[in-house]
């Protein structure tokens, strides 16, 4: 089993929401950064958005500012991200993963622990 199990992909509309969620095999989230990367087809892969576990610090791309919020329920030992007025610039396989650097960032190379990712699309 992965380390990370992403989970909530699927077909929305543009304009829509979706909630995914990720959840750890064996790792405690809370002291780990936790970040969602996206890859869209032809793509590279890019960060989305992390949360930081010593300070809870976020980082969001600019191009998800305002719509994309990242959560973090310790007693379920999940990290959320819930996507507003999505659109067709955000169809693509979402990875969650984990890492321990000082704080969280968009850059992959920092995460040790990866899920296998959902797939989200956008479509009328």
């Known amino acids: 089993q992965p380390p990370l199990v992403e989970s909530g992909g699927g077909l929305v509309q543009p304009g829509g929401s979706l909630r995914l969620s990720c959840t750890p095999s064996?790792?405690?989230?809370?002291?780990?950064?936790t970040g969602w990367f996206r890859q869209a087809p032809g793509k590279e892969r890019e960060g989305v958005s992390c949360?930081?576990?010593?300070?809870?610090?976020?980082f969001y791309a600019d191009s998800v500012k305002g719509r994309f919020t990242i959560s973090r329920d310790g007693a379920k030992n999940t990290v959320y991200l819930q996507m507003n007025r999505v659109t067709p610039e955000d169809i693509g396989v979402y990875y969650c993963?984990?890492?321990?650097?000082?704080?969280?960032?968009?850059?992959?190379?920092?995460?040790?622990?990866w899920g296998q990712g959902t797939q989200v699309n956008v479509s009328a």
């Open positions: 064996f790792l405690t989230l809370e002291y780990y950064n």
């Open positions: 949360i930081s576990a010593n300070d809870g610090g976020i």
């Open positions: 993963a984990a890492g321990t650097t000082i704080r969280c960032s968009g850059q992959a190379r920092e995460y040790d622990y």
